[in-house]
C-alpha cells in the first residue's frame, strides 16, 4: 500500500497496537484520507489495525472490522465528534460507533458492507 497516498496519516498510527503487524484496506484509507480532507483539520487515530490475535479481537466470537484493515477509532469529542459522524455517514462509513464518556472518548469509523448477521448502515454508543 503506497502511505503517500494518505498525506494526512502514517502507517505508524494503525498499527496493531499488539503485534505491531499493519494491513490496512487500501479502500478504506482512501474514503479516510477524503473524510479528514473534508473535516478540515487532524484526526488523532487511537486504534487502527488489531491483529485477530489482539486480545480486543480475541474476546469475540469472530475478529471486527479492524482486524479486517475496515475501521479505526478516532479521538474526538463534544461539536467536533457530532461535525465527523455528519462528515462520515456524506462519505459513506457504514459502522459509526460513539463513546463520549469519561476520557477515552472516540468515534468508529468502519465501511462494512450490509450482512444478516451485522446490518449496515448501523450507529452504536458504547
Same mark, same amino acid.
Given at each position: 500500500?503506497?502511505?503517500?497516498?494518505?498525506?494526512? @496519516?502514517?502507517?505508524?498510527? @494503525?498499527?496493531?497496537?499488539?503485534?505491531?503487524? =499493519?494491513?490496512?484496506?487500501?479502500? @478504506?484509507?482512501?474514503?479516510?484520507?477524503?473524510?479528514?480532507?473534508?473535516?478540515?483539520?487532524?484526526?488523532?487515530?487511537?486504534?487502527?489495525?488489531?491483529?485477530? $490475535?489482539?486480545?480486543?479481537?480475541?474476546?469475540?466470537?469472530?475478529?471486527?472490522?479492524?482486524? $479486517?484493515?475496515?475501521?479505526?477509532?478516532?479521538?474526538?469529542?463534544?461539536?467536533?465528534? =457530532?461535525? =465527523?459522524?455528519?462528515?462520515?455517514?456524506?462519505?459513506?462509513?457504514?459502522?459509526?460507533?460513539?463513546?463520549?464518556?469519561?476520557?477515552?472518548? @472516540?468515534?468508529?469509523?468502519?465501511?462494512?458492507?450490509?450482512?444478516?448477521?451485522?446490518?449496515?448502515?448501523?450507529?452504536? $454508543?458504547?
Amino acid at each position: 500500500m503506497n502511505w503517500q497516498n494518505y498525506p494526512n @496519516f502514517s502507517p505508524d498510527e @494503525f498499527r496493531c497496537k499488539h503485534t505491531g503487524r =499493519l494491513n490496512m484496506d487500501a479502500g @478504506f484509507m482512501a474514503r479516510l484520507q477524503a473524510l479528514r480532507t473534508d473535516y478540515g483539520r487532524p484526526m488523532l487515530i487511537t486504534s487502527g489495525y488489531r491483529d485477530p $490475535s489482539h486480545p480486543v479481537e480475541a474476546a469475540k466470537s469472530e475478529p471486527g472490522a479492524h482486524s $479486517s484493515g475496515h475501521a479505526c477509532d478516532v479521538f474526538v469529542t463534544g461539536g467536533d465528534a =457530532l461535525e =465527523l459522524v455528519a462528515l462520515a455517514v456524506n462519505h459513506g462509513f457504514t459502522g459509526i460507533g460513539v463513546n463520549q464518556k469519561g476520557a477515552g472518548r @472516540f468515534i468508529h469509523l468502519d465501511d462494512l458492507p450490509h450482512e444478516d448477521h451485522r446490518p449496515r448502515p448501523w450507529i452504536w $454508543s458504547y
